[in-house]
C-alpha cells in the first residue's frame, strides 16, 4: 500500500508550473552555470541595496540544466519528482518508530500538511533532506548513537535551502532535551553536542563560504513586513489547522497512556505548535514534525493495548517495495509533464516577446511575483524592484508598493527610478494613472496583464 502511495504521487502532482518562484531560480542558474557570480553589486537591479546570497544555488543550478534540456515540462517533473522524495523519506524515516498502517497514515498527514508549500522552489528538496535529519536525530535520541553522517548532510542540506537550519535546531532539542533527562552517557551526549556542532562549521565549508550561517535570517526583517509567506499563519487554513488537529491527538495520546512525555520529545512537540503557528513558510515543519510525534507515541498506545509491537525498521521487501513505487512514479511523472506542463500558469506568456524587445538597460516595473518571470524572459531589461525583498531597503519596498497602488508620491518613485516600461495587471490603478497622466502607450496585453511604455 505505501509502495502503491509513493507511485500514485507521481500522477497526481504533475501540474502546469503556477508558482511565480521558479523563474527566478531559473535565471539564478543560468546565470551561475554561465560562469557568473553575485557579488557587492548586484548584476540585474540597479536599486539593490543589500547583498544577494543564491543560498538555493544546487537546486537551481540543477534545474536550469533541465530546463535547458527539456524546457518548462522539466521543472513540473522536478516538483513531481521531490513530492515523491518526500513521501518516501517519510515512509522510511516514520518506519522506524511505527507500524506500516501507522506510518502510512503519518507520511500522508504531513503531506497533506505540507501541500500548499510543496510547489516548484528548491525548498522541496529541502523538506526531504529535513526529514532524513529529523529522523536521524530521533533514531539517536533512542540509542544514545551520534550519526555522523549528518555532518556531509547539512553540508548538502545548506547548498539547497535555508531550512537547513531548523533540521539543526531539532537536533539541539534532542540533545538538551537527554541532557536533561541524564539520558545515556555524558560521553554519548558530548559527542551528539559535537556533532551540532561540527554541521554548523560544515555550513561555512559551502562555496558561499561562511556569510552562508546567517542567510537564513538575513531575508527575515523585510519578509515579516512584506512577504505574506513570512508573516503569522492563521488557524484557519486547511494545512494549519491540519497540523494543529495531529498535535493535539499527540498530546490527548499522552494523556491517554499516562505517562510524562520524554523531555526532548514534549521540546519537539512545543516547536512543531510554535513552527505551525509563527509564519506559514514553517507550517511544513510543523506537520513533518508532528507526523514523527503522533506515529510513535500511537505506536506505544497501541502495544499498551495489547497489540504486539512490529519491530522497528524496514525489511527489505518493504525497502524494495518503496523503491520500486518511487522509480515507477518519478518514470511516469516525465510523459506527464510532457502533456500537463508545455505553458504556465498565472504569467502572461504571450507579452514574452513584447519583454524581451524592450531597448537593453530599459527600467522595468512589475506587478509584484511577476518580476522574477520579467527578470527570465528579459534578461537584458532592468528591474527597479524584484522578488529578492532581502537585498532592498524598508522604505524602497514600501514605495515600491504605494506606486503600483498610484498612490500619493508614485511619480516621484518612477522619475526617480527612471522606469520606463510596466507591466502590471489591467485593472491596476497605476494603469489608469499612466494612461491618464503621463500619457504611456500600451504595448500588449496577456491573460490579464498589460505591458505599457513610455512615449
Not at 30 to 55: C, K, N, S
Amino acid at each position: 500500500m505505501a509502495a502503491a502511495a509513493t507511485l500514485a504521487a507521481g500522477a497526481l502532482t504533475v501540474r502546469a508550473v503556477s508558482d511565480p518562484s521558479p523563474w527566478l531560480h531559473l535565471k539564478v542558474g543560468r546565470f551561475l552555470v554561465d560562469g557568473g557570480r553575485f557579488g557587492a553589486q548586484d548584476p540585474w537591479a540597479p536599486f539593490a541595496q543589500g547583498h544577494y546570497e543564491p543560498t538555493q544555488w544546487l537546486p537551481s543550478v540543477g534545474t536550469a540544466l533541465l530546463y535547458g534540456w527539456w524546457g518548462l515540462p522539466a521543472v513540473a517533473w522536478v516538483r513531481g519528482a521531490g513530492i515523491i522524495a518526500l513521501a518516501l523519506a517519510l515512509l522510511l524515516a516514520l518506519r522506524s518508530v511505527a507500524r506500516p498502517s501507522l506510518t502510512l497514515l503519518a507520511a500522508v498527514l504531513a503531506v497533506a500538511g505540507s501541500w500548499p508549500a510543496l510547489t516548484e522552489r528548491p525548498q522541496l528538496a529541502g523538506f526531504v533532506l529535513l526529514v532524513v535529519t529529523v529522523g536521524a536525530w530521533w533514531r539517536s535520541a533512542h540509542d544514545g548513537r551520534t550519526r555522523w553522517w549528518l555532518v556531509p548532510l547539512t553540508w548538502l542540506a545548506a547548498c539547497v535551502h535555508g531550512v537547513w537550519s531548523i533540521g539543526l535546531g531539532i537536533g539541539l532539542l534532542v540533545v538538551v532535551g537527554l541532557t536533561l533527562e541524564h539520558s545515556f552517557r555524558r560521553d554519548q551526549r558530548t559527542r551528539m553536542a559535537l556533532c551540532l556542532l561540527a554541521s554548523l562549521a560544515a555550513t561555512a565549508l559551502t562555496p558561499l563560504g561562511p556569510r552562508l550561517t546567517a542567510s537564513p535570517f538575513a531575508v527575515g526583517g523585510n519578509g515579516r513586513q512584506f512577504v505574506s509567506e513570512w508573516m503569522a499563519s492563521s488557524a484557519r487554513a486547511p494545512s494549519v489547522a491540519l497540523t494543529l488537529v495531529v498535535l493535539a491527538l499527540v498530546l490527548a495520546v499522552w494523556f491517554r497512556l499516562g505517562e510524562r512525555p520524554s523531555s526532548w520529545q514534549l521540546l519537539v512537540w512545543v516547536a512543531a505548535v510554535g513552527l505551525t503557528l509563527v509564519m506559514r513558510r514553517t507550517v511544513p515543519v510543523g506537520a513533518i514534525l508532528a507526523a514523527f510525534l503522533v506515529a510513535e507515541n500511537a505506536e506505544h498506545l497501541l502495544v499498551a493495548r495489547g497489540r504486539l509491537a512490529t519491530p522497528p525498521g524496514v525489511r527489505r521487501v518493504e525497502l524494495l517495495g518503496l523503491l520500486a513505487g518511487a522509480l515507477v512514479g518519478v518514470v511516469a511523472a516525465v510523459p506527464l509533464a510532457q502533456v500537463r506542463a508545455q505553458h504556465a500558469l498565472g504569467v502572461p506568456t504571450g507579452l514574452a516577446s513584447s519583454l524581451s524587445s524592450l531597448p537593453d538597460g530599459t527600467r522595468v516595473l512589475s506587478d509584484g511575483d511577476m518580476s522574477g518571470w520579467v527578470m527570465f524572459v528579459a534578461p537584458k531589461a532592468q528591474p527597479v524592484f524584484d522578488i529578492r525583498v532581502e537585498v532592498y531597503t524598508p522604505s524602497r519596498i514600501r514605495g515600491f508598493i504605494d506606486a503600483t497602488a498610484a498612490k500619493p508620491g508614485w511619480t516621484s518613485y518612477l522619475r526617480q527610478s527612471g522606469t520606463r516600461a510596466a507591466l502590471l495587471k489591467q485593472d491596476s490603478p497605476l494603469v489608469s494613472a499612466l494612461g491618464a497622466q503621463w500619457h504611456w502607450r500600451t504595448v500588449a496585453r496577456d491573460d490579464g496583464y498589460v505591458l505599457m511604455a513610455a512615449s
